[in-house]
């Protein structure tokens, strides 16, 4: 992992104390709401129904055991219900008795969440948060958000290049950017370095890709203006290949071209994708041609050097481990005979939660924290202490936020899989779910955020708990099934093989169903927006919709066949029909 | 940070003190590298919303792109809490809204001892000064 360095370490405490002040003046009243808000958004702080959401960045999504523990105590000493005001009425949604407090969330953009913290204490948070390198800077606005990557960065079998020595090379040039602090709106930016993109990053105002040219030099393919929202657009490649040191420069033409021509007339049309897509080609012009600039008449200052690339490089050498392997089969093979029980639950977990590792010796394990009753992505501050110690005794200190909502250990010794496996499934961690239907993404919903027009939460439980059987789970197979509360699409619902969307109608919820988006993996195909199956359905109908689409997945596959290619070779039709057919209330209100 | 030190000015005493020929507002959408410059000792850049942040870049284009050695004279919805952005986008004058305290914003560009990347003044970032 990447350490901080004194000026890293200084950089983030004289945040804090900025933003202590800040928030001083606004609550002695010298500090007007309109001028605090995009002061306390950059560091995270953003208000919702009954309290701020505090949005902690974890960069590129890699966390240490003692940022762990420092989030566990966030959670358990300062996200706390009763400290807000729980009176407001939540008439329609769940009682607020229900909603889960005292917990972090992980959010897809590998970041962690609270929902309950309110201002009054927000500075203390962000000194706590600085005594482990810890801050907010960044994550909300209208700024250059946190850089992420693949969750399997430097480890991932499939890798062209490491990507996090560019994401945290990133990282420093976007922090505090004096030109780019107000943007027309939030700019995300991500990277993968591997040949399967699992950082979802045509999706992203900027998406980057690693690759080698023909003569062996490393470089970047840049895609720009893709993202999700109410005009869901996959971004456009307008470099095929920039030489490595040069993504700093070449960002910087990127920025200030959407900086200046972005509009900043309507926010729906604010993100860099409608600038894209209104301009085209000259958008690509304008941007090559501030980048001969940059190069040229400012003499490209920021051109990563090769010094600065190793610099950083050396932080992110692996760390020493081995085993015997004859040992860890012999191992995990006593487990397999050891019960039948534990035979299957072992072997599932092999599966689905155990990646293979470039060290041969080593594998990545990810803790899903999905599981019936408790939101998806939610870790109460007690599973964060224990996935601190597991991250210490399994994975040399580190872990990673995925993108998928769970918590990946990068570094985990074979011999050491089977006693991996039994702690997890003791934290209720071991749920061999990663990648199936229940390893949902969701966003928080109507529950805590005012932009919402529907909850995700009571939807994401009801299908926890309607799928629990494992044995059916994976008959299932590999299904993206995305949930978000409102059009501005937290739940990726865009890209789910499964989108639900929530919508408002007579005050009351309802949610759209779309099929056959992808995040652009290799299982989903091309990155693309899914379609909607028809009207929206009532919220009470929809586990039946989604029981009725897989079924007709199980009727309609041939073989192996995974659910997006059956949807691909038989249409959306049979879909629509089974769906349709599921209707009560929707069906009583058309007729 | 002692260079270029940006001026404050509060915005119910400031007064200009240059002839009106010398001076030039550059509107927000216009592209400062399309003015004429010729006889000019200060561009005022307007801030409409201290949220708009368009002037950072047309301030950074005339500092750090056309060389420009005049004044550059932040104008509008100027607060103290962005003035650490216009001293390094390549502004030298700030006119602080008038509720502003403007000793307060001298403090503030003091707050950080240096950046990450370089900018219209110290055009060098970081790693590559410390190299």
């Given at each position: 992992?990447?350490?901080?360095?004194?000026?890293d370490r200084?950089?983030?405490?004289l945040?804090?104390?900025?933003?202590?002040?800040?928030?001083t003046?606004?609550?002695a009243?010298?500090l007007g709401?309109?001028?605090?808000?995009?002061?306390?958004?950059?560091?995270?702080?953003y208000?919702?129904?009954?309290?701020?959401?505090?949005?902690?960045?974890?960069?590129?999504?890699?966390?240490s055991?003692?940022?762990?523990?420092?989030?566990?105590t966030?959670a358990?000493?300062f996200?706390?219900?009763?400290?807000?005001?729980?009176?407001?009425?939540?008439a329609?949604?769940?009682?607020?008795?229900?909603?889960p407090?005292?917990?972090?969330?992980?959010t897809?953009?590998?970041?962690?969440?609270y929902?309950?913290?309110?201002?009054?204490?927000?500075?203390?948070?962000m000194d706590?948060?600085?005594?482990?390198?810890?801050h907010?800077?960044?994550?909300?606005?209208?700024?250059?958000?946190?850089i992420?990557?693949d969750?399997?960065?430097?480890?991932a079998?499939d890798?062209?290049?490491?990507?996090?020595p560019?994401?945290?090379?990133?990282?420093q040039w976007?922090?505090?950017?004096?030109?780019?602090?107000?943007?027309?709106?939030k700019?995300?930016?991500?990277?993968?370095?591997?040949?399967?993109?699992?950082?979802?990053?045509?999706?992203?105002?900027?998406?980057?890709?690693?690759?080698?040219?023909?003569?062996?030099?490393?470089?970047f393919?840049?895609r720009?203006g893709?993202?999700m929202?109410?005009?869901?657009?996959?971004?456009s490649?307008?470099?095929?290949?920039?030489?490595?040191?040069?993504?700093?420069?070449y960002?910087e033409?990127?920025?200030?071209?959407?900086?200046?021509?972005?509009r900043?007339?309507?926010i729906?049309?604010?993100?860099?994708?409608?600038l894209?897509?209104?301009?085209?080609?000259a958008?690509?012009d304008?941007?090559?041609?501030?980048?001969r600039?940059?190069?040229e008449?400012?003499?490209?200052?920021?051109t990563?050097?090769q010094?600065?690339?190793?610099?950083?490089?050396?932080?992110?050498?692996?760390?020493q481990?081995?085993?015997?392997?004859?040992s860890?089969d012999a191992?995990?093979?006593?487990?397999?005979?050891a019960a039948?029980e534990d035979d299957?639950e072992?072997?599932?977990?092999?599966?689905?939660n155990?990646?293979?590792h470039q060290?041969?010796d080593?594998?990545?394990?990810?803790l899903?924290?999905?599981r019936?009753g408790?939101?998806?992505?939610?870790?109460?501050a007690e599973?964060?202490?224990r996935?601190?110690e597991?991250?210490?005794?399994?994975?040399?200190g580190?872990?990673?936020?995925?993108?998928?909502?769970?918590?990946?250990?990068?570094w985990?010794?074979?011999?050491?899989?089977?006693?991996?496996?039994?702690?997890?499934r003791?934290?209720?961690?071991?749920?061999p779910?990663?990648?199936?239907?229940?390893?949902?993404?969701?966003c928080?919903?109507g529950?805590?955020c005012?932009?919402a027009?529907a909850?995700?939460?009571?939807?994401a439980q009801?299908?926890?708990?309607?799928?629990k059987?494992?044995?059916e789970?994976?008959?299932?197979?590999?299904i993206d099934?995305?949930?978000s509360?409102?059009i501005?699409?937290?739940?990726?619902h865009h890209?789910?093989?499964i989108?639900?969307?929530g919508v408002?109608?007579?005050?009351?919820?309802?949610y759209q169903?779309?099929?056959?988006?992808?995040?652009g993996?290799?299982?989903?195909g091309?990155?693309t927006p899914?379609?909607?199956?028809?009207?929206?359905?009532?919220?009470?109908e929809?586990?039946?919709v989604?029981?009725?689409?897989?079924?007709?997945y199980?009727a309609?596959?041939?073989?192996?066949?995974?659910?997006?290619?059956?949807?691909?070779r038989?249409?959306?039709?049979?879909?629509?029909?089974?769906?349709?057919?599921?209707?009560?209330?929707?069906?009583?209100?058309?007729a | 940070?002692s260079?270029?030190?940006?001026?404050?000015f509060?915005a119910?005493?400031f007064?200009a003190?240059?002839?009106?020929?010398q001076?030039?507002a550059?509107?927000?959408?216009?592209?400062?590298r399309e003015?004429?410059l010729?006889g000019?000792?200060?561009?005022?850049?307007?801030?409409?919303?201290?949220?708009?942040?368009?002037a950072?870049?047309?301030a950074?284009?005339?500092r750090?792109?056309?060389?420009?050695?005049?004044?550059?004279?932040?104008?509008?919805?100027v607060?103290?809490?962005?003035?650490?952005?216009?001293?390094r986008?390549?502004?030298?004058?700030?006119?602080?809204?008038?509720?502003?305290n403007l000793?307060?914003?001298?403090?503030?560009l003091?707050?950080?001892p240096?950046?990450?990347?370089?900018?219209?003044?110290?055009?060098a970032?970081?790693f590559?000064a410390?190299a």
């Amino acid at each position: 992992m990447y350490q901080y360095s004194d000026f890293d370490r200084q950089f983030v405490h004289l945040r804090a104390a900025q933003y202590r002040d800040q928030l001083t003046r606004w609550q002695a009243g010298t500090l007007g709401d309109d001028e605090f808000k995009p002061l306390r958004l950059q560091n995270g702080w953003y208000v919702q129904r009954f309290a701020p959401m505090l949005r902690v960045a974890v960069p590129y999504g890699e966390i240490s055991s003692p940022q762990l523990r420092v989030l566990a105590t966030i959670a358990r000493d300062f996200d706390h219900k009763e400290e807000n005001d729980v009176s407001k009425s939540n008439a329609g949604l769940s009682e607020v008795p229900t909603l889960p407090d005292r917990c972090g969330h992980f959010t897809t953009r590998q970041n962690v969440q609270y929902n309950w913290i309110p201002l009054s204490r927000s500075a203390d948070v962000m000194d706590l948060l600085a005594s482990v390198g810890l801050h907010g800077i960044q994550t909300s606005g209208n700024c250059i958000r946190n850089i992420t990557t693949d969750a399997l960065a430097g480890i991932a079998v499939d890798e062209v290049a490491d990507p996090r020595p560019f994401a945290e090379i990133l990282r420093q040039w976007s922090t505090l950017h004096p030109e780019f602090a107000f943007l027309p709106r939030k700019f995300k930016v991500a990277i993968t370095g591997a040949r399967e993109d699992r950082a979802a990053t045509p999706w992203h105002d900027v998406g980057l890709r690693l690759l080698r040219d023909v003569d062996g030099e490393l470089g970047f393919q840049v895609r720009v203006g893709g993202g999700m929202g109410r005009t869901p657009i996959i971004g456009s490649v307008i470099r095929e290949f920039l030489p490595w040191n040069q993504i700093l420069n070449y960002l910087e033409a990127v920025v200030r071209a959407y900086n200046r021509f972005g509009r900043r007339d309507n926010i729906y049309k604010a993100r860099i994708k409608i600038l894209v897509k209104a301009e085209g080609q000259a958008f690509t012009d304008q941007v090559e041609a501030e980048y001969r600039d940059i190069l040229e008449k400012d003499g490209a200052p920021h051109t990563i050097s090769q010094a600065e690339l190793d610099r950083v490089s050396a932080f992110f050498v692996p760390p020493q481990l081995n085993c015997d392997r004859k040992s860890a089969d012999a191992k995990i093979a006593h487990i397999l005979k050891a019960a039948a029980e534990d035979d299957l639950e072992f072997s599932r977990w092999l599966q689905q939660n155990v990646k293979p590792h470039q060290n041969p010796d080593l594998r990545a394990v990810t803790l899903s924290f999905k599981r019936f009753g408790q939101a998806p992505g939610d870790a109460t501050a007690e599973q964060l202490e224990r996935a601190a110690e597991l991250a210490e005794r399994f994975s040399a200190g580190e872990a990673r936020v995925t993108h998928e909502q769970n918590l990946l250990l990068p570094w985990v010794r074979c011999d050491q899989l089977p006693e991996l496996w039994r702690e997890a499934r003791r934290l209720g961690l071991a749920k061999p779910n990663i990648g199936l239907l229940t390893d949902m993404i969701a966003c928080p919903g109507g529950d805590f955020c005012d932009l919402a027009n529907a909850r995700s939460l009571p939807l994401a439980q009801a299908i926890l708990g309607r799928y629990k059987d494992l044995d059916e789970l994976h008959d299932l197979g590999e299904i993206d099934l995305h949930i978000s509360g409102c059009i501005n699409s937290c739940g990726h619902h865009h890209s789910g093989h499964i989108g639900i969307l929530g919508v408002d109608k007579d005050g009351q919820e309802w949610y759209q169903v779309t099929l056959g988006g992808s995040d652009g993996t290799r299982l989903s195909g091309d990155a693309t927006p899914g379609k909607v199956i028809g009207p929206s359905f009532a919220a009470s109908e929809v586990p039946d919709v989604i029981e009725a689409l897989l079924d007709t997945y199980r009727a309609q596959r041939t073989g192996n066949e995974t659910f997006v290619n059956t949807l691909h070779r038989t249409g959306a039709d049979p879909f629509k029909t089974a769906a349709n057919a599921v209707r009560t209330s929707t069906a009583r209100a058309a007729a | 940070m002692s260079q270029n030190n940006l001026q404050l000015f509060s915005a119910d005493t400031f007064a200009a003190t240059e002839a009106e020929a010398q001076r030039l507002a550059i509107a927000n959408d216009a592209d400062p590298r399309e003015a004429d410059l010729s006889g000019i000792s200060v561009v005022e850049l307007h801030f409409p919303k201290f949220s708009d942040g368009r002037a950072f870049s047309q301030a950074f284009l005339l500092r750090r792109r056309l060389g420009f050695t005049g004044q550059i004279r932040a104008t509008g919805d100027v607060l103290i809490d962005q003035l650490v952005q216009m001293q390094r986008s390549g502004f030298s004058q700030a006119v602080l809204r008038a509720d502003q305290n403007l000793a307060h914003g001298e403090a503030l560009l003091k707050h950080y001892p240096a950046f990450y990347q370089g900018d219209a003044v110290h055009t060098a970032p970081h790693f590559a000064a410390a190299a």
